[in-house]
């Protein structure tokens, strides 16, 4: 084997290998990216559910200071306090409503940007794997030249036979 030709076929093997390596690169970070989003996603959910108890207990603590001061000045439970609890439990349902839509906009946000950055990844991992093919491809067509010649017999094209011996007329009659 002539020192170009192994050259040529050690560097198809190196290029080959990084970009595979690149590949597989590409692909563990996007796996890890996925998490990051993932982990995203955890955060989101666990604020939404502490800011909605939260909004829960200062309804709670409205309502009991609320009946508190209805105990200390003596007055029934009459329509304008229970107007007052109504529109206090009304506010925080809309808030509750407002704070969960809030957090599902924010999920499907995390979960796009998860399934776009695994797309990429792979987007990426192909392209690394598209030139590593390439790369082999390419010392295909540049080493042929550089093979050793492999003994043929020369075929003669303007015999009758079109080059293929012909054993019939081989004179041996």
Same mark, same amino acid.
């Given at each position: 084997?002539?020192?170009?030709?192994?050259?040529?076929?050690?560097?198809?093997?190196?290029?080959?290998?990084?970009?595979?390596?690149?590949?597989?690169?590409?692909?563990?970070? /996007?796996?890890?990216? %996925?998490?990051?989003?993932? &982990?995203?996603?955890?955060?989101?959910?666990? !604020?939404? *559910? =502490?800011?909605? @108890?939260?909004?829960?207990?200062?309804?709670?603590?409205?309502?009991?200071?609320?009946?508190?001061?209805?105990?200390?000045?003596?007055?029934?439970?009459?329509?304008?306090?229970?107007?007052?609890?109504?529109?206090?439990?009304?506010?925080?349902?809309?808030?509750?409503?407002?704070? /969960?839509?809030?957090? %599902?906009?924010?999920?499907? &946000?995390?979960?796009?940007?998860?399934?776009? !950055?695994? *797309? =990429?990844?792979? @987007?990426?991992?192909?392209?690394?794997?598209?030139?590593?093919?390439?790369?082999?491809?390419?010392?295909?067509?540049?080493?042929?030249?550089?093979?050793?010649?492999?003994?043929?017999?020369?075929?003669?094209?303007?015999?009758?036979?079109?080059?293929?011996?012909?054993?019939?007329?081989?004179?041996?009659?």
């Amino acid at each position: 084997m002539s020192p170009t030709l192994f050259l040529t076929l050690a560097s198809t093997v190196v290029s080959t290998k990084m970009n595979l390596d690149a590949a597989n690169a590409a692909k563990a970070q /996007g796996k890890l990216q %996925a998490r990051q989003f993932d &982990q995203q996603g955890k955060n989101i959910k666990f !604020t939404a *559910l =502490q800011n909605h @108890n939260q909004r829960m207990r200062n309804l709670n603590v409205f309502q009991n200071v609320n009946e508190s001061i209805l105990g200390t000045t003596g007055r029934d439970y009459d329509r304008s306090y229970s107007k007052i609890i109504d529109k206090a439990k009304k506010d925080a349902l809309t808030d509750v409503s407002r704070m /969960g839509v809030d957090t %599902a906009m924010k999920l499907g &946000q995390s979960s796009l940007q998860k399934s776009l !950055t695994l *797309l =990429q990844a792979q @987007n990426r991992a192909n392209a690394y794997r598209y030139q590593a093919l390439s790369s082999i491809m390419s010392t295909a067509i540049k080493a042929q030249p550089m093979l050793p010649k492999s003994p043929t017999t020369a075929l003669d094209t303007s015999s009758p036979t079109g080059g293929i011996p012909d054993y019939r007329y081989s004179g041996l009659d």
